[in-house]
């Protein structure tokens, strides 16, 4: 990761998903990564930080997080929105050179399992909490964040910060059929009114 | 509501969240109605269309969905940005006249329970889902879309149609302290590269 890569207090670090992105989640087991699109990531809670993402059964990444326990959930930026449409319609399991046909540089982070995608805007490492019927009944995934970073151009002093970064470092908010929206303007409150 | 109030296709109820705005949740029971924000709500599942809401035990609203079962997600508008934030930071339980302080006009649909907010651009009735556990330990939510509608205005032929639409139609997406960002530009990818 370049020098923009900066880590993020675990008590902001819900702020990273809180304007509702579509994200990256990224995988890895026994040499296999995998990372694929998600529009249904949320999050769950503050301090410690926990976050929702739904995986369907039909995904290669769901297996790797299942035998792993660990994914990362990563913020795109309007920059990838083709790679991220790629990861959302290809599959590892049919198409193992995904990654790169995709566009998709990975690297790893100290120890970690999931490996992260370069150029998103955040990356949030995350545990799993095994919860067997959330994932049979909904393919509902409940995790912990460990450890989070973001592109400090785009996120610092623990916002957001669209107003003064590149346009290209906006994210992504998915429809369907290739149509995303990238985020907007700013519209501030008054917080006490 | 007004003639712009239009039923969506429950297949396609899915897209009113997918691009992760910030929600307003409703609930009515036995004569009393609520109204909150929330950030933290996120689709399911597609067909039934199901989502998840995160409810903290502090608010006064997830005692009248415990007690009815039902809640009304509804997606509110740039221009609502002060009432939403209102919502998201009055309660009922200390505040009896929070609506109408709040600015909010709320209007029952048919029989169902929860009382829907005028003015929104998306609105999802739905069913709670008894998950005790997920609700207990996490404060979640699972709940099945029964019926939804739109602002035809500015969600119509199963999208939303931003570039068309008023800007002040448009979705709020939270981060903190009043700070919320309108969904912006649209971006759009071939679907088959």
Redesign the interface.
């Known amino acids: 990761m370049n020098a923009h890569f900066q880590r993020v207090d675990l008590k902001k670090a819900y702020?990273l998903l809180?304007?509702?992105?579509?994200v990256l989640v990224s995988a890895g087991h026994e040499g296999v990564d995998d990372v694929m699109a998600a529009?249904?990531?949320?999050?769950?809670?503050f301090d410690p930080p926990?976050l929702?993402v739904?995986l369907d059964k039909s995904t290669f990444t769901r297996g790797l997080v299942e035998a792993s326990g660990w994914l990362a959930i990563q913020v795109p930026t309007?920059a990838q929105?083709?790679l991220v449409?790629?990861l959302g319609?290809r599959s590892l399991g049919s198409e193992p050179d995904k990654l790169a046909s995709s566009g998709v540089v990975i690297e790893r982070v100290d120890a970690y399992a999931p490996p992260l995608v370069q150029g998103c805007a955040a990356w949030l490492m995350c545990r799993v909490i095994a919860e067997p019927?959330?994932q049979q009944a909904?393919?509902?995934f409940?995790a912990e964040v460990v450890e989070a970073w973001a592109d400090d151009r785009v996120f610092s002093d623990?916002?957001?910060q669209?107003e003064r970064a590149p346009e290209s470092l906006?994210s992504?908010?998915?429809?369907?059929?290739?149509?995303?929206?990238?985020?907007?303007?700013?519209?501030?409150?008054?917080?006490d009114?």
Do not use: M, S
């Open positions: 702020r809180n304007h509702g992105p579509t529009a249904w990531a949320c999050a769950l809670d926990k929702t739904v309007a929105a083709q449409h790629r319609t019927h959330n909904y393919d509902l409940i623990g916002h957001w669209y906006r992504l908010h998915y429809v369907a059929g290739g149509h995303f929206y990238a985020i907007g303007e700013a519209v501030v409150v008054p917080v009114a």
